[in-house]
């Protein structure tokens, strides 16, 4: 635990937040690009990662685990909206036989 | 605290019910527990506030909390009224819906109490995931379906600014306590400019809950898509419960920086106000319409927070009041003539008020409070908005919101012409008893509230 610790601390905290907002930005690009409902999702997945990614950096340079334990909360509340997004996407499958989003349009945005 | 724990426990009861096929029971059953929670949260009011953190500091259920929980609650509870009949429709499984809703009340009651970012989270998730589901109730209904996707990838993705936001503030002051980040911002007056991008972050996830402009654009699709009675749910409780999250946090962490965070919510708001009112002028639907309209009740709401102060609280505690009851008599009206008509365009109240003398009227109390003219409680909610705001020397963005409140009247009266003025052979409308009392209720309450606004105007 003690040498995780230090590996973690090889690293300078910047670079944690510099490339949690790196991959937050591709995740924004993904939900906003890609036309396909479950790269969307995986999209909207990178984001939430990135934010458990630093979350934890911040956690261990401060020497709080209240940090640590954000993480968990958000990976039970992604799982939870996994389920539930998987079952909406399926449920469109089965009436249009279509992912794409485009085919979404039956209402104007 | 017990509140939370009723309405957690109240929906693994009706799963149970229904699982024993207590179908008749369902309601009562819900009603009942309601009124019990409601009672639970009143009994914990106090004047003066006394109340202290609990759960480690996790959650505050002070009078704010007892406030935003009793109206909350006291929506729900009409809302549900309305829904006798309304899901066995979609589906044999009844008791299911009914517990998804108080799923999400649950989320709200977390929402309106926390002390804690990690809680704030919890409690809109919780919020968020039931309502994926409510929106998507109709599955082989094309609307319904996409407007559950749209709901549930913009929900998504909003929430991921969120817990961006709310990581950059635990970087820079090493806390998710309210308690703690407020004197952190008091004893650092140079902050760097991590606290201020999480700040940023923070208003753009929840522009995007509460719908205000530019962060709005999913709201009509998903409120036109969903079913009415789901729609009433969304734009009244949890519009009233992102708005109360919203100023919870501004007012308790990020007031000293009002310098930095005032001028971004200003754009919004008048963007909102604009948005909201001009889009509603076109529309053809009077869900849609409605929909736009509570866009830009978003943005009258928004003015609270822009001129953060003390009676903030109590202005947006009057206004949802008044926006949540006055919709519900909306949807509600929505709802029956939608069942006669198939349609929900303003064509299809046309010489209303000849056959229905009774619906005509208590959606016209409803439309005279959403456009705010006195003597109802939307004008009180107005009112106390636009003193808030002046007392900041915010004197344009009043002039603005006068002119959008002038706008608004417009589109608000089209329904009222169309009931009264544009005869037309038509059956009558059947009124169920449930709804002839929810309509008696808050139509009363609007106009009570409207006439004698000091029993409410000092409830926090």
């Given at each position: ?109 | ?59 505050l259920?002070n009078n704010f909390s007892v406030a935003f929980s009793a109206v909350t609650i006291i929506a729900t ?27 999400s009340l649950?989320g709200i009651i977390v929402m309106v109490s926390f002390?804690?970012l990690?809680m704030l989270f919890?409690g809109i998730e919780i919020m968020s995931?039931?309502l ?23 929900g998504?993705?909003s929430t991921?600014?969120l817990?961006?936001g ?12 309210l ?20 700040i940023?972050?923070i208003i753009v996830g929840l522009c995007f809950k509460v719908g205000a402009a530019?962060f709005h654009?999913w709201t009509?699709?998903?409120y ?8 009433a749910f969304m734009s009244t409780v949890v519009k009233t419960a992102g708005f109360a999250a919203f100023l919870r946090l501004f007012s308790a962490c990020f007031a000293?920086?009002s310098?930095?965070w005032v001028?971004i919510l200003l754009?919004i708001t008048v963007l909102t106000l604009?948005?909201g ?13 409605l929909a736009f309209s509570s866009i830009s009740h978003a943005g009258y709401l928004l003015f609270a927070i822009v001129a953060l102060g003390a009676g903030s609280a109590n202005s947006v505690f009057i206004y949802a009041t008044a926006y949540s009851i006055a919709s519900i ?41 959403l456009?705010g003219?006195?003597?109802?409680a939307g004008?009180i909610g107005k009112f106390f908005m636009f003193?808030g705001a ?7 963005l009043?002039?603005?919101a ?54 409410i105007a000092?409830f926090i």
């Amino acid at each position: 635990m003690e040498s995780l610790t230090n590996t973690i601390h090889a690293v300078p905290l910047n670079h944690y937040i510099l490339l949690s907002t790196i991959i937050f930005s591709i995740g924004v690009m993904g939900v906003l690009i890609r036309r396909n409902a479950i790269v969307i999702f995986m999209s909207v997945e990178l984001m939430l990662n990135a934010v458990n990614l630093l979350l934890t950096a911040f956690s261990v340079y401060m020497g709080d685990a209240s940090g640590q334990v954000f993480v968990f909360f958000i990976m039970a509340l992604a799982a939870a909206e996994v389920a539930v997004g998987l079952a909406i996407i399926v449920m469109i499958y089965r009436n249009t036989n279509s992912i794409d989003i485009n085919v979404l349009n039956r209402l104007k945005w | 605290m017990n509140t939370l724990i009723i309405i957690s426990v109240l929906p693994i009861v009706l799963l149970y019910l229904g699982l024993y096929k207590a179908t008749k029971a369902l309601l009562p059953v819900t009603v009942i527990g309601l009124f019990a929670a409601l009672g639970c949260a009143i009994a914990s009011y106090s004047k003066p506030d006394v109340a202290q953190p609990i759960y480690h500091g996790m959650m505050l259920f002070n009078n704010f909390s007892v406030a935003f929980s009793a109206v909350t609650i006291i929506a729900t509870i009409l809302i549900l009224m309305l829904s006798g009949g309304y899901f066995e429709k979609i589906s044999r499984n009844v008791a299911e819906y009914y517990a998804i809703i108080l799923f999400s009340l649950a989320g709200i009651i977390v929402m309106v109490s926390f002390n804690n970012l990690v809680m704030l989270f919890i409690g809109i998730e919780i919020m968020s995931v039931s309502l994926y589901i409510l929106a998507g109730i109709k599955k082989s209904d094309f609307a319904s379906n996409e407007a559950a996707l749209k709901y549930f990838l913009m929900g998504a993705f909003s929430t991921g600014f969120l817990l961006f936001g709310i990581t950059l503030i635990y970087g820079s002051s090493a806390s998710f306590d309210l308690d703690v980040i407020r004197d952190w911002v008091v004893s650092h007056p140079h902050i760097n400019p991590m606290f201020y991008t999480g700040i940023g972050l923070i208003i753009v996830g929840l522009c995007f809950k509460v719908g205000a402009a530019p962060f709005h654009f999913w709201t009509p699709d998903v409120y036109e898509g969903s079913p009415t009675l789901i729609t009433a749910f969304m734009s009244t409780v949890v519009k009233t419960a992102g708005f109360a999250a919203f100023l919870r946090l501004f007012s308790a962490c990020f007031a000293p920086l009002s310098d930095f965070w005032v001028p971004i919510l200003l754009v919004i708001t008048v963007l909102t106000l604009f948005i909201g009112n001009i889009t509603a002028l076109y529309q053809q639907s009077f869900k849609r319409m409605l929909a736009f309209s509570s866009i830009s009740h978003a943005g009258y709401l928004l003015f609270a927070i822009v001129a953060l102060g003390a009676g903030s609280a109590n202005s947006v505690f009057i206004y949802a009041t008044a926006y949540s009851i006055a919709s519900i008599i909306a949807f509600g009206a929505l709802i029956l003539v939608q069942q006669q008509n198939g349609s929900d365009n303003f064509e299809s109240f046309n010489g209303l008020a000849k056959k229905n003398p009774f619906l005509a009227l208590v959606l016209t109390i409803a439309m005279l409070s959403l456009a705010g003219i006195p003597l109802t409680a939307g004008f009180i909610g107005k009112f106390f908005m636009f003193s808030g705001a002046l007392a900041k020397y915010q004197v344009w963005l009043v002039i603005i919101a006068a002119v959008n409140a002038i706008i608004s009247i417009f589109y608000y009266f089209r329904v009222i012409v169309a009931m009264y003025f544009r005869p037309v052979d038509r059956a009558e409308v059947t009124v169920p008893a449930y709804y002839k009392v929810v309509f008696v209720l808050s139509a009363l309450a609007t106009i009570i509230i409207g006439i004698y606004p000091d029993f409410i105007a000092s409830f926090i």
